[in-house]
T-cell receptor, first 112, second 114 residues
Framework: LAKTTQPISMDSYEGQEVNITCSHN???????ITWYQQFPSQGPRFIIQ???TKVTNEVASLFIPADRKSSTLSLPRVSLSDTAVYYC?????????????FGSGTRLSIRP | NAGVMQNPRHLVRRRGQEARLRCSPM?????VYWYRQLPEEGLKFMVY????????ESGMPKERFSAEFPKEGPSILRIQQVVRGDSAAYFC????????????FGDGTRLSIL
């Protein structure tokens, strides 16, 4: 099972770019990297998913180096509403959910 | 929240009572997953079900907990003879096929045991 390691917390200010790095040294060949966002009293929401290199969507970018042992979620120009917990998950797209592990996540706090 | 509906949102039970948590997956999704989350912690997988079948229950406690996903109606997570340690947020997620990421999550049921 590919375990992930993320910073427990991060602080930033409105308008800044925030980069959250996740380590997954034991990532397997078939594993994808998925990031979720969770607000208090809500379920996790999918942000972005990737396998290698760079993926970008309307809310974030995901950078994955060639060795895939880490990944970086990049949030451009954050706002107060980006304050949330961010989870990095690694798992096989075809595997049972039990092989997908939610760590403790990164608690991101955005200040005015 | 992507169409996964959980109810009730909050449930209070006394020790020894039964708790029933319901989850209606997103339209077109036939795979349901249940997770438990304690305060300040990540989600812990409990069980994965397909219509009328339990696919993986490796995260489910052996006693007092059961889950079902009948042919008709919502998925049910049932906790018998609840204890204080069962207090947590229980999240349901659904997907259109096995193991597919991303999963779509409901907003959870917060279970409080008095």
């Amino acid at each position: 099972l590919a375990k992930t390691t993320q910073p427990i917390s991060m602080d930033s200010y409105e308008g800044q770019e925030v980069n959250i790095t996740c380590s997954h040294n034991n990532i397997a060949t078939n594993d994808y990297i998925t990031w979720y966002q969770q607000f208090p009293s809500q379920g996790p929401r999918f942000i972005i998913q990737g396998y290698k290199t760079k993926v970008t969507n309307e809310v974030a970018s995901l950078f994955i180096p060639a060795d895939r042992k880490s990944s970086t979620l990049s949030l451009p120009r954050v706002s107060l509403s980006d304050t949330a917990v961010y989870y990095c998950l690694v798992g096989d797209m075809d595997s049972s959910a039990s092989k997908i592990i939610f760590g403790s996540g990164t608690r991101l706090s955005i200040r005015p | 929240n992507a169409g996964v509906m959980q109810n009730p949102r909050h449930l209070v039970r006394r020790r020894g009572q039964e708790a029933r948590l319901r989850c209606s997956p997103m339209k077109g999704h036939s795979h349901v997953y249940w997770y438990r989350q304690l305060p300040e912690e990540g989600l812990k997988f409990m069980v994965y079900l397909q219509k009328e079948n339990i696919i993986d229950e490796s995260g489910m406690p052996k006693e007092r907990f059961s889950a079902e996903f009948p042919k008709e109606g919502p998925s049910i997570l049932r906790i018998q003879q609840v204890v204080r340690g069962d207090s947590a947020a229980y999240f349901c997620a659904s997907s259109p096929s096995q193991g597919t990421q991303p999963q779509h999550f409901g907003d959870g049921t917060r279970l409080s045991i008095l």
